[in-house]
């Protein structure tokens, strides 16, 4: 019985170094938010946040960088004080960058995240309405999140 050949493979090379890229942009972010602490109130080369310069309140991304920080350091508390909503979707990024790079890697296939779009755009909104509301308002329990621009 001769075996049928299917068309050739190629190796997934384009998956590989774009796996190798977001590994590398990850640790180019982190090697950054290490040597420059968000969290010690001086000027960081890329300047103070331009939506709290504008605005004065938090915003939609405030917080992520020293979110980060405290990450890296394994604080998880101080990491939710500072961005809840972003640490939330963490673990959710780090399981589809996983999927993709053992795929990308090793042809395994993890079990797919089976989220609705609702989800996302729930997620999305929740983002919105903690990050530019939320976290602005003056009284317990939001005003744990306010963190006054550092910078």
Do not use: E
Not at 15 to 22: C, D, E, H, K, Q
Not at 34 to 62: E, S
Not at 66 to 76: A, I, N, Q, S, W
Request: charged content about 10%.
């Amino acid at each position: 019985m001769a075996m049928v050949a299917g068309p050739p493979r190629t190796p997934p090379t384009a998956a590989r170094w774009g796996s190798l890229g977001v590994l590398g942009l990850v640790g180019a972010a982190a090697a950054f938010v290490v040597r420059f602490n968000p969290t010690d109130r001086l000027a960081d080369p890329t300047g103070p946040c331009l939506w709290h310069a504008a605005t004065g309140i938090n915003g939609p991304t405030c917080g992520g960088t020293r979110m980060f920080y405290y990450l890296l350091h394994g604080d998880v508390v101080q990491a939710a004080r500072h961005h809840l909503v972003a640490l939330v979707g963490v673990p959710f990024a780090l399981y589809a960058f996983v999927a993709w790079a053992t795929k990308a890697w090793f042809g395994w296939s993890l079990p797919p995240l089976r989220l609705g779009r609702w989800v996302y755009i729930s997620y999305a909104l929740v983002w919105l309405l903690y990050a530019v509301v939320l976290r602005n308002l003056p009284w317990a329990p939001f005003s744990w999140f306010d963190v006054p621009n550092l910078t």
